[in-house]
């Protein structure tokens, strides 16, 4: 029995011809636009707990973990549950 050890970002990929540059943490990551805030931090090796988000679906929120702070915005706000610039999607 063998087990898939292969990483999963949380989210699917974006497959936009269009980069755009996020600061997670104090770190910059260039992805592409429509790349979710979990997948970019997971793409430099930073991890935001998560329960129901996978690469392989779409994202839902049903579970409500994944949970950061935009600069800029009022309070917490889910990642996931969140879409366009600013949010929870780049
Ligand atoms: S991991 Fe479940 S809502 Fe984000």
Known sequence: MSM????????????????????????????????????????????????CATDSIEPFGSCRLCVVQIEGGRGRRLRIARHGRGGGFA
């Open 4 to 51: 898939n050890k292969e990483k999963d970002f949380g989210t699917p990929a974006s497959h936009s011809t269009t980069n755009v540059t996020l600061e997670i943490d104090g770190f910059k990551v260039t992805v592409p636009a429509g790349t979710s805030v979990m997948r970019a931090a997971a793409s430099i090796g930073i991890e935001i707990p998560k329960l």
